[in-house]
């Protein structure tokens, strides 16, 4: 987790490539979440992310298994409402960046610091700006 210098505790959220490579076992995410539990950090994915990931095969049996070691936090009316928030915001896309836009916002609603996975950083990176924040206290979007 080069770059940034996190301390104890905050949230580590995955994408739907974060949490698709990590039923894979990609090295670098698992690293990634390693690092997490040494910091007791909480390691989520927002319910919207299982809608990308999972197809109701054979397939799905590893992300299951990845899925009980990890927080699945719910998409709340409150949550849809920040994230249609963002887009108008952001002006991206409802039809292309809405699920995006859920996991944005999941992000910025976790206790800090936050480091978000994903394979989509340009458009998060947009959606979890925070420019009255100080850079070290922003959801961190690094790509996998």
Known sequence: MAGRRLGVGGTLVLDSEGLSKLAAGDPRVRAYVETAHQRRARVVVSAITLTEVLRGGPRDATV?????????????????????????????????????S??????????????????????LDRLVEEPGRAKEARVAVVRV
Do not use: M
């Open 102 to 123: 859920v996991v944005a916002a999941t992000a910025l609603g976790a206790p800090r610091p936050v480091l978000l996975l994903t394979s989509d950083p340009d458009d």
């Open 64 to 100: 299951h298994r990845v899925l009980a070691r990890l927080v699945t936090l719910p998409v709340t009316p409150e949550l849809a409402r920040a994230a249609g928030e963002l887009l108008g915001a952001t002006g991206l896309s409802g039809h292309r960046c809405a699920i995006d």
